[in-house]
């Protein structure tokens, strides 16, 4: 996908404290969306990709974009920060204790020098997210944005997803959320989070493998089951058509209906951000 820079003629530079700023950072690529909170309305979206190997590369690459860029460096009435990690652990809310973190972590994962442990809470998914994030990443982003919050990437899709299930307790969904190179997975029962996982992917054959793997271990039946696509995905993927062909309601994600959207953004297919769309106020 091409770098992208959507905005808003009504954007306004000198009414930034009314605006929230969402960032999202994956080895992808970073990208954020700016919100007029009056409005409701989303006027700003940008995208920069890079492809990076390693995490411990990140802070040079998202340093280097934030002082080059103007809109980052203006003050807004809050911030909200995601990032994707390749290395993460969910541990349900009824077992976790304060400190216990790098010891669940490391149930799955080895802490590396140069990391730190976070964690994230899905109140709705009743459950924490245990993951890594660089050090200097980390430290850098605090200077930027004290008041900010980091939280994973998969907050928002759980945290809407689980909401907008409230009046539907049978219904079973399963969302993938698209990058370059790996795709993050959400099996959802009603308001009931059943599982999360990250799977690396190199063809079309690898992420077909995986989702069906995983509708096989759940006994998720192919013909009820909600099949919702996020993300870096083409809609002329031959994936898409693959998937039709095993899972009968397979959809693209939509915008969540609560903001309004810029004219700019509909040169791209809506489920491109929806994670980085719905963050504000997702928890």
Request: hydrophobic share 35%; proline share 4%; glycine share 4%.
């Amino acid at each position: 996908m091409q770098d992208i820079c959507f905005i808003d003629k009504t954007f306004d530079h000198e009414q930034s404290n009314l605006y929230h700023l969402s960032i999202q950072i994956s080895l992808d690529g970073f990208s954020y969306a700016i919100l007029d909170i009056p409005k409701g309305k989303y006027t700003v979206l940008k995208s920069i990709n890079f492809f990076l190997k390693r995490p411990r590369l990140l802070f040079m690459k998202v340093r280097e974009l934030m002082i080059q860029d103007e809109l980052l460096n203006l003050k807004y009435k809050s911030v909200d920060i995601i990032y994707s990690s390749e290395n993460f652990t969910l541990v349900p809310q009824v077992f976790y204790q304060p400190g216990s973190a790098e010891k669940f972590y490391g149930f799955n994962h080895e802490i590396e020098k140069g990391y730190c442990i976070d964690k994230t809470f899905f109140s709705k998914g009743e459950s924490w997210c245990i993951y890594t994030i660089p050090e200097n990443l980390k430290e850098f982003l605090a200077l930027k944005f004290p008041k900010a919050g980091i939280r994973h990437n998969l907050l928002p899709l759980v945290e809407r997803a689980l909401k907008e299930n409230r009046n539907f307790p049978e219904r079973n969904q399963v969302h993938l959320n698209f990058f370059r190179s790996y795709f993050e997975l959400v099996v959802l029962s009603g308001t009931k989070l059943l599982m999360s996982n990250q799977f690396s992917y190199s063809s079309e054959s690898d992420v077909i493998y995986y989702v069906l793997y995983v509708f096989d271990q759940l006994k998720l039946a192919p013909d009820t089951t909600e099949l919702l696509l996020h993300g870096q995905l083409l809609q002329t993927d031959p994936l898409y058509q693959t998937f039709k062909k095993y899972i009968k309601k397979t959809l693209f994600a939509r915008p969540n209906s609560r903001f309004t959207y810029s004219y700019t953004f509909n040169q791209l297919p809506e489920h491109y951000f929806t994670t980085l769309l719905d963050f504000y106020k997702c928890e």
